[in-house]
Every structure is written in C-alpha cells, then in structure tokens.
C-alpha cells in the first residue's frame, strides 16, 4: 500500500480498497510494515514534546517520566490495533457478515493510520494546531472505518456500513481517551 492510495481511502469505496483487497496482506505482514512502524510516531513526537515545549502543555515531568509513559503508550498502541481488529470481525458476525481476523485487523490497522499520522501536530508549539491535527485525525479515521467497512466487507447498502462504523468508532473512542489517559495523568503527577 501506497501513500497514494491510502490518501484516497477516507474519500471512496474503491480508491485504495480494491488495492488491498488484491494485496489481501497477512496479520504478520500488516503489523510489520504498517502497525508497528506507525506506532512509533506518537511516542517520538511525544518525546519531542516533552522535551522541546512541555510548558505548553502545562507539565512539569522530568524527561525520563515523558520516556517511561512514551514506551507505555507504544505498547498500549501494539494491544489497541488487535483488540480493535476483534471487534471489528465480532460486530460483523452480529450483522451476520463473515470476516476472518487477517481482514479486521488490517481494517484496524488502516483505520488507526489518521490517528498515529495526526500526533505529528505534537511537534508544533501552537496548541490550536495540536488540537487541530487530533480532530482532524479522528474525523478521518471515523471516515477511513467507514469506507473501509463498505469495501473488505463488500456490502450491499451503505447504511449497513454507518451503523457498524457508529459501534466501532464508539468503542474506538473510549479506547482512545483512556490512551491518551495512560499520557496525560502520568505526567501530571
């Protein structure tokens, strides 16, 4: 996959999907060349954070603390992408839609891309603009789910797609805030 191609999946059914759904890549393959390098990301702009302008942030932490809660935020991440791929593959049995476990974590790992790209904005010292990238993220990611649901699952009715996409970006969030939990009152402390 391509950054091409991934850049036209939050907008179509069919740009980039019909390439991976080709590609159809195993659970190994997906979590090397995308999850795990992806989720290298937010733990280096937090560190970049927290060690170029973490007085924006209202933190006084030692950069060792920023380290500890940037290696556990990289393994929370590892767990999240399966965890979600599970549910993915579990509300499509509900509606019964069959999908093996390769196809919902690729979705989840497709899906969390917005995510882990939109931490780049800790980079910048304009709060505004962080705030900005994290919203921005979660809008794409919600669209990219929702897409990428109506086409590994080949559905017939888009609404079927909305009422899943609704569930798992539901749960998604709640995951979400608890991750950026697991940063925020670490170093607070």
């Not at 019909?18 to 393959?29: A, L, M």
């Not at 302008?53 to 500890?68: E, G, I, K, N, S």
């Not at 940037?70 to 979600?84: D, G, N």
Request: charged share 10%; hydrophobic share 60%.
């Amino acid at each position: 996959m391509n950054l091409l191609n991934l850049g036209k999946m939050p907008f179509s059914f069919h740009g980039g999907w019909d390439t991976v759904s080709k590609i159809h890549p195993s659970v190994i393959r997906s979590f090397l060349l995308l999850v795990l390098p992806c989720s290298l990301i937010p733990p280096l702009a937090l560190l970049y954070a927290g060690s170029h302008h973490a007085a924006l942030y209202w933190v006084d932490a030692p950069y060792l603390r920023w380290l500890d809660v940037a290696a556990v935020f990289l393994v929370m991440e590892l767990l999240t992408v399966p965890l979600m791929g599970w549910l993915i593959r579990k509300l499509a049995s509900d509606h019964q839609v069959t999908m093996d476990f390769q196809d919902s974590f690729l979705l989840a790992s497709i899906t969390a891309v917005p995510m882990w790209l939109s931490s780049l904005g800790l980079l910048s010292a304009d709060l505004w603009l962080v705030i900005a990238c994290v919203i921005m993220g979660l809008i794409l990611a919600a669209s990219v789910l929702y897409h990428g649901l109506y086409a590994i699952l080949k559905l017939e009715d888009t609404v079927d797609a909305q009422v899943m996409g609704y569930k798992i970006f539901s749960f998604g969030g709640i995951v979400w805030i608890m991750l950026c939990s697991f940063v925020a009152l670490p170093l607070m402390w």
